[in-house]
């Protein structure tokens, strides 16, 4: 069947409907709060659930309440600490953001930063023997933690791939250098549950969020630290009206141990986004103590003369894998 041709006045007049739709979406959160009792107090919550315009929000409770965020506050993302209102019909509008201490953001199409979470203090990097472990992309994740200020930890899953005793301890060598500047390490199998004690016990008061390469085993993980996950999606599903889209929107899942874990898909395609030299190797800890000690101001640690990052690599100090890995983040 052929599809018919639109002429322009109708096209033109099917735009014009979309926009008022839009239009009519964006003052929801302004036409409630004209409802608003004047003496309703304002409340703080903790934004566990971000889908489109849809908000649940924890209260100081714990119960969680569907909210729409005011115009012209910022982009609330999962994780925000917000100041919100209640309405007469038990719902919510988000009226400002309070302060983050950290936001996880992403590139979108447009080269531009998108925030995905925030107010995280953890980033998890995943790595298994299969497939196997880049640690490039360990390193982008890294910095990217450094930079954003929160604490980063490798953990190597599926170790049950390596039966070998002295096959666990060659591929847990290949990581040492992690360990051997602060980032604990923890080599774990699903298989093992005594294995995954010091891991868990690692996540307690954090609020923490999951990164890696695709088959590192991220969804079992999750499984196995949050065995009411499907009771908590269902009392997010309850409070937000998102049914399914639930397991879409990033999402803030409670942790035994009053920890929280962040899982969204937006990380999934998460990479360091662009930044300078003179960041990037801020983004390398290990490289602090010698940085302004080169002879030339624009060192680049390659070729230079008189560089100190490359003595100290020289000297044992600094992995030289890790400084390979500076010079392909440079050159991208």
């Known amino acids: 069947m052929t599809r018919r041709r639109l002429s322009a006045r109708q096209i033109e007049r099917i735009r014009a409907i979309q926009e008022r739709r839009r239009e009519r979406l964006a003052t929801r959160p302004e036409r409630a709060l004209a409802e608003l009792d004047a003496e309703q107090e304002p409340e703080e919550g903790r934004v566990v659930v971000r889908h489109g315009a849809n908000l649940a929000v924890e ?42 201490t950290t936001t996880l953001s992403r590139l979108d199409a447009t080269g531009q930063e998108k925030p995905l979470a ?74 093992e549950p005594k294995s995954v004690e010091g891991f868990i016990a690692e996540l307690a008061g954090q609020t923490s ?12 993980l999750v499984k196995l630290l949050l065995p009411d996950r ?25 942790l035994s141990g009053n920890g929280f874990l962040i899982d969204s898909p937006g990380v999934r395609g998460f990479r360091l986004g662009k930044i300078d ?8 800890r290990e490289f ?20 100190a990052i490359r003595q100290a690599v020289e000297d044992g100090l600094i992995a030289p894998e890790r400084l390979a890995n500076f010079h392909h983040l440079l050159a991208d």
């Not at 969020?209 to 079992?220: F, I, M, N």
């Not at 680049?300 to 560089?307: L, S, T």
Request: aromatic share 8%.
């Open 118 to 191: 925030a107010n995280l203090t953890q980033l998890v990097i995943l790595i298994a023997p299969q497939p196997e472990p880049s640690g490039y992309l360990i390193d982008q994740y890294l910095v990217a933690a450094e930079l954003i200020g929160v604490e980063a930890i490798l953990v190597g899953n599926k170790m049950d791939l390596l039966p070998n005793a002295e096959e666990r301890a060659a591929f847990q060598s290949g990581f040492a250098h992690y360990g051997a500047i602060g980032y604990r390490t923890f080599w774990i199998s699903l298989l």
């Open 59 to 100: 209260d100081a409770r714990g119960h969680l309440v569907h909210c729409l965020a005011r115009q012209h506050i910022g982009q609330v993302v999962c994780g925000d600490r917000v100041v919100w209102q209640r309405l007469p019909d038990g719902q919510g509008v988000v009226t400002a953001i309070l302060p983050r």
């Open 230 to 254: 499907e009771i908590q999606i269902g009392r997010l599903s309850q409070a937000t009206g998102l049914g399914r889209h639930t397991t879409s929107a990033t999402t803030c899942y409670r």
């Open 288 to 307: 602090r103590p010698y940085l302004g000690r080169c002879r030339f101001g624009d060192c680049r640690h390659a070729r230079e003369p008189g560089c």
């Open 277 to 284: 030299r003179d960041r990037l190797q801020q983004g390398f």
């Open 209 to 220: 969020v999951l990164v890696g390469q695709s088959g590192v085993g991220k969804s079992s």
